[in-house]
């Protein structure tokens, strides 16, 4: 089946339709995994964008039960230059093409994913349709202008609804959830860490209720100044307990302590980004996916801790006087690299 993908700006690229036939909207970004997908696809991160897998083949060791970043897909749609038929690994329990039909995905295949990478590096991310339905381009922007008006609460879309306890020996953390990934609550548990994930609408009261020993502001989709909400309750947690923020987290405690977020060019997807951590001088390699960054001007008492190696842009902070760690990247990995798994180590060494 036929299918293009059209870019906000008038870009098009004709393809072949895989997954669920169909139109989907959403912002286009690039992932530079070269494993990993089903991670990516889970991953409630990229709620409300069209992923573009930078390396060229997917699926060729197709999905299994194990590998799940969240109990569904949240990507709006796929782009790839080839789609594997007959993937081989001993985990595969569905192959590619059933899941994405299953799973309601709209995907497009056979464009050339280089050239359209290169285009949104040179001109940052954008919306875009993909489309089985229409060859207009000039219909499918009239559409992709009115998806691109609609208001939607991305991490309100994906959060738990009501609290889910994960029992364990050791500290008591409440995640408040963003769009936390499974494997942030599987590192918490193999720390022995008694979890309570609650919504992201909870209230300060609420998480006080539990008596946590710490708090986990965890990663999540979209603009962290649309979660006014979210800050004010992470403000009155501020020196209460010990915090530790991820990502979308990270840059809600950013936004609380008085800082600034703002808009990258086209954002850092992908398990090989150099981070410095200027506390050791050692360089690590780390998964991220987002779009926004902290300015460089926290607040008085923050100190940053890590940069990204590629365009210095804030990776960590912590605060002389407040018991908090904050990452951009995530340090629990899934897919990518762990060398930053230390982090959890340093949130149990912050609460005790």
Known sequence: MKSVLVLEDGTYYPGEAFGKPGETAGEVVFNTCMTGYQEVITDPSYNGQIVVMTYPLIGNYGFNDDDNESYKPHIQGLIIKELCEWPNNWRCRTKPDDYFVKNNIVGIKGIDTRALTQHIRRYGSMYGIISTECGNVDALLEKLKAKKAEKRNLVMEITTKEPIHKPGTG??????????????????????????????????????????????????????????????????????????????????????????????????????????????????????????????????????????????????????????????????????????????????????
């Open 171 to 352: 500290r008591k953390v409440v995640v408040l959830d963003l769009g936390v990934k499974y494997n942030i609550i599987r590192t918490l548990e193999s720390k022995n860490c008694d979890i309570y994930v609650l919504p992201a609408f909870s209230s300060y009261d609420e998480i006080m209720s539990y008596e946590p020993d710490g708090i986990l502001i965890s990663n999540g989709p979209g603009d962290p100044k649309d979660l006014p909400e979210v800050k004010t309750t992470v403000q009155k947690l501020l020196g209460k307990k010990p915090i530790l923020g991820i990502c979308l987290g990270h840059q809600i405690l950013g936004l609380a302590l008085g800082g600034n977020t703002y808009k990258l060019k086209f954002g850092h997807h992908g398990g090989n980004h150099p981070v410095k951590d200027y506390r050791t001088g050692r360089c690590y390699i780390t998964s991220q996916n987002h779009n926004y960054a902290l300015e460089d001007s926290i607040c008085d008492g923050a100190l940053i801790t890590h940069i990204n190696i590629n365009d210095g842009t804030v990776e960590g902070f912590k605060h002389k006087d407040i018991p908090l760690i904050s990452v951009q990247y995530h340090p629990e990995a899934a897919p990518g690299p762990q060398d930053s798994a230390y982090i959890f180590d340093e949130f149990i060494n912050l609460m005790g």
